[in-house]
């Protein structure tokens, strides 16, 4: 496992991945309220902000978009993903090679989602080590998405199901898991302790008010995680910048709340 302090997609050590996969995941519903959303260009812009670690999408995005920005923002090729049109069990194609990410697309690291818990756990589980030992050779840090979910998990938020994802990050070869938020600093703390060396990223969610967002980040930092990976939460908002500058405070300097909320606040 590569020191992830020394990974050209952190900072500090720390983390804010803007998740941008969205228009394959869940289609056009994602980009309300702010129509302007939907253009990549406009989220490449945002990611330019100086908290963003990297920023995560898929390789058609990747082609069109990238070379435009890759003085400015590093790249998180997303290798798999599948529409929400889809109706069965969780599962996720893969469409994109590591070798392509690097080679063609310019990727400073590579995102993968696994379902533990789904019927097509061990095909998923067999995909990702073709990604993981592949990103290896390339020197590429291996950021999971891990969600468990399937028939037998009656609470995907829970602590220990959240903590049993993060272990399976540590276990199966990531530097860096993103999971849900299992509702407190405490049960953060078990996940966090759960995935060792392994960099533990809460996944942004659904939009929320400026106040609840922060104050669940900031029980992740002080829980041990590394930061974050978001999407909503910053382009559905008119104002992506100002959440980015509080996020800014609250992941890097690990300010309260409040003081990221005045420090992000409109100058007179």
């Known amino acids: 496992m590569r020191p992830i302090a020394d990974a ?5 050590g720390k983390v804010l991945v803007l998740a941008y996969d969205h228009g394959i995941e869940h289609g056009p519903v994602d980009f309300d309220p702010q129509p302007e959303s939907a253009d990549p260009e406009h989220v490449f812009d945002v990611a330019t902000h100086p908290a963003v670690t990297s920023l995560a999408v898929g390789k058609g995005v990747a082609e069109a978009y990238y070379p435009s920005y890759e003085d400015d923002v ?4 997303k290798l798999n ?7 069965g069990e969780p599962d996720s194609a893969v469409n994109c090679s590591v070798e392509y990410a690097a080679e063609e697309l310019g990727a400073e690291a590579v995102g993968f989602t696994v379902y533990p818990g789904v019927n097509g756990e061990v095909e998923m589980f067999e995909e990702f080590r073709e990604v993981q030992e592949k990103a290896r050779e390339y020197d590429l840090p291996v950021v999971m998405w891990s969600y468990a979910r399937g028939q ?4 995907d938020t829970g602590e220990e199901t959240i903590a049993y994802a993060a272990r399976l990050g540590l276990e199966l070869g990531a530097d860096i898991a993103k ?6 600093q405490e049960a953060m703390e078990t996940v966090t ?11 942004g969610g659904s939009k929320t008010s400026d106040r609840e967002f922060l104050e669940s980040v900031k029980s992740v930092i002080d829980a041990g995680g590394a930061g974050l990976a978001v999407g909503r939460n910053v382009w559905q908002r008119e104002n992506p910048r100002r959440i980015l500058d509080a996020l800014e ?3 890097y300097e690990e300010a309260s709340v409040d003081e990221a909320l005045d420090a992000a606040a409109p100058k007179p």
């Open 8 to 12: 050209p997609v952190t900072r500090d």
């Open 74 to 77: 590093s790249l998180l090729a």
């Open 81 to 87: 993903g599948t529409s929400n049109l889809w109706m």
């Open 152 to 155: 037998a998990v009656k609470n």
């Open 179 to 184: 999971v849900k938020y299992p509702g407190s």
């Open 193 to 203: 302790r759960m995935a060792g060396p392994t960099k533990v990223l809460m996944s």
């Open 249 to 251: 405070e609250v992941i």
